[in-house]
Protein backbone atom coordinates (compact mmCIF):
# COMPACT_ATOMS: atom_id res chain seq x y z
CA UNK A 1 0.00 0.00 0.00
CA UNK A 2 2.33 2.51 0.93
CA UNK A 3 4.29 1.66 -2.65
CA UNK A 4 1.61 2.48 -4.43
CA UNK A 5 0.80 6.31 -2.86
CA UNK A 6 4.52 6.68 -3.17
CA UNK A 7 3.97 5.77 -6.57
CA UNK A 8 1.63 8.20 -7.00
CA UNK A 9 3.19 10.94 -4.98
CA UNK A 10 6.34 10.36 -8.09
CA UNK A 11 3.25 10.41 -10.53
CA UNK A 12 1.67 13.83 -9.56
CA UNK A 13 5.13 15.40 -8.84
CA UNK A 14 6.05 14.88 -12.51
CA UNK A 15 2.95 16.15 -13.84
CA UNK A 16 3.84 18.95 -11.91
CA UNK A 17 7.09 19.41 -13.09
CA UNK A 18 6.01 18.33 -16.92
CA UNK A 19 2.61 20.43 -17.26
CA UNK A 20 0.91 19.84 -20.73
CA UNK A 21 0.94 23.15 -22.43
CA UNK A 22 -1.09 24.31 -25.83
CA UNK A 23 -0.72 27.36 -27.43
CA UNK A 24 -3.54 28.86 -29.49
CA UNK A 25 -1.98 31.53 -31.71
CA UNK A 26 -2.42 32.96 -35.54
CA UNK A 27 -0.30 32.28 -37.96
CA UNK A 28 2.59 34.09 -38.10
CA UNK A 29 2.71 34.18 -33.82
CA UNK A 30 5.77 31.98 -31.92
CA UNK A 31 5.85 30.40 -28.67
CA UNK A 32 8.93 31.82 -27.54
CA UNK A 33 10.97 30.34 -24.58
CA UNK A 34 10.22 26.95 -24.98
CA UNK A 35 13.30 25.03 -24.20
CA UNK A 36 12.84 21.49 -23.95
CA UNK A 37 8.94 21.66 -22.99
CA UNK A 38 6.82 20.15 -25.01
CA UNK A 39 3.80 22.26 -26.03
CA UNK A 40 1.21 21.66 -28.69
CA UNK A 41 0.04 24.31 -31.18
CA UNK A 42 -3.19 25.70 -32.77
CA UNK A 43 -3.16 28.07 -35.18
CA UNK A 44 -6.98 28.84 -35.00
CA UNK A 45 -6.57 31.29 -38.64
CA UNK A 46 -5.00 28.47 -40.37
CA UNK A 47 -8.39 26.27 -41.37
CA UNK A 48 -10.15 29.30 -43.36
CA UNK A 49 -6.16 30.26 -44.91
CA UNK A 50 -6.46 25.96 -45.80
CA UNK A 51 -9.69 26.05 -46.73
CA UNK A 52 -9.50 29.16 -49.25
CA UNK A 53 -6.39 27.31 -50.60
CA UNK A 54 -8.26 24.55 -51.85
CA UNK A 55 -10.99 26.17 -52.96
CA UNK A 56 -8.86 28.24 -55.42
CA UNK A 57 -7.30 24.98 -56.44
CA UNK A 58 -10.67 23.29 -56.78
CA UNK A 59 -11.61 26.01 -58.86
CA UNK A 60 -8.53 25.60 -60.99
CA UNK A 61 -9.41 22.17 -61.26
CA UNK A 62 -11.10 20.81 -64.38
CA UNK A 63 -9.98 17.37 -64.16
CA UNK A 64 -12.32 14.96 -61.65
CA UNK A 65 -9.08 12.87 -60.91
CA UNK A 66 -7.02 15.67 -59.93
CA UNK A 67 -9.94 17.09 -57.68
CA UNK A 68 -10.25 13.95 -55.54
CA UNK A 69 -6.53 14.02 -55.28
CA UNK A 70 -6.59 17.37 -53.76
CA UNK A 71 -9.37 16.80 -51.80
CA UNK A 72 -7.70 13.80 -50.26
CA UNK A 73 -4.70 15.42 -49.44
CA UNK A 74 -6.20 17.91 -48.15
CA UNK A 75 -8.38 16.48 -45.57
CA UNK A 76 -5.91 15.58 -42.97
CA UNK A 77 -4.74 18.97 -42.16
CA UNK A 78 -8.27 20.71 -42.49
CA UNK A 79 -9.29 17.93 -40.06
CA UNK A 80 -6.53 18.94 -37.70
CA UNK A 81 -7.19 22.48 -38.71
CA UNK A 82 -10.59 21.61 -37.19
CA UNK A 83 -10.09 20.14 -33.87
CA UNK A 84 -7.94 23.34 -33.14
CA UNK A 85 -10.65 25.32 -33.63
CA UNK A 86 -13.22 22.87 -31.83
CA UNK A 87 -10.74 22.44 -28.41
CA UNK A 88 -10.20 26.26 -28.55
CA UNK A 89 -13.71 26.57 -28.30
CA UNK A 90 -14.40 23.80 -25.60
CA UNK A 91 -11.81 25.45 -23.42
CA UNK A 92 -13.58 28.88 -23.99
CA UNK A 93 -10.55 30.44 -25.39
CA UNK A 94 -11.57 33.95 -26.09
CA UNK A 95 -9.03 36.10 -27.23
CA UNK A 96 -5.06 35.02 -29.07
CA UNK A 97 -2.43 34.51 -28.27
CA UNK A 98 -3.47 32.25 -25.31
CA UNK A 99 -1.47 29.74 -23.70
CA UNK A 100 -3.34 26.46 -21.91
CA UNK A 101 -1.89 25.00 -18.94
CA UNK A 102 -3.27 20.98 -17.51
CA UNK A 103 -6.41 22.52 -19.14
CA UNK A 104 -6.70 24.42 -16.40
CA UNK A 105 -5.03 27.70 -15.91
CA UNK A 106 -5.46 30.42 -19.46
CA UNK A 107 -3.08 33.01 -19.82
CA UNK A 108 -3.63 35.66 -23.02
CA UNK A 109 -1.23 37.91 -24.46
CA UNK A 110 1.62 36.22 -23.67
CA UNK A 111 4.16 34.44 -26.01
CA UNK A 112 7.03 33.54 -23.97
CA UNK A 113 6.19 29.96 -22.03
CA UNK A 114 9.04 31.10 -18.87
CA UNK A 115 6.29 33.86 -18.15
CA UNK A 116 3.14 31.95 -18.46
CA UNK A 117 4.89 29.53 -16.16
CA UNK A 118 5.26 31.95 -14.03
CA UNK A 119 2.46 33.55 -14.12
CA UNK A 120 0.33 29.97 -13.75
CA UNK A 121 2.75 29.55 -10.86
CA UNK A 122 2.55 32.76 -8.54
CA UNK A 123 -1.73 32.53 -8.85
CA UNK A 124 -1.95 29.03 -7.75
CA UNK A 125 0.80 29.48 -5.06
CA UNK A 126 3.12 27.45 -6.69
CA UNK A 127 1.55 24.48 -8.20
CA UNK A 128 0.53 24.08 -11.35
CA UNK A 129 -2.44 21.66 -10.68
CA UNK A 130 -5.62 22.00 -8.24
CA UNK A 131 -4.80 19.49 -5.60
Same mark, same amino acid.
Given at each position: ??? /???? &?????????? $??????? *?????? &???? +? +????? /??????????? %????? !? *??? #? !?? @????????? @?? +?? %?? $???????? #???????????????? +???? /???? *???????? #? /????????????
Amino acid at each position: MIR /VFLG &LLLIHSAAMA $SPQVQAF *LLLGQT &LGNV +S +SQRVT /VCYLDAFSRDK %QVLDQ !R *LHE #Q !RD @KNNIEALVK @KA +SP %QL $SDDYQCLA #QAKQLGITNVPAVVIN +SQYV /VYGQ *LNLANVLA #Q /VKQSTGGGHEND
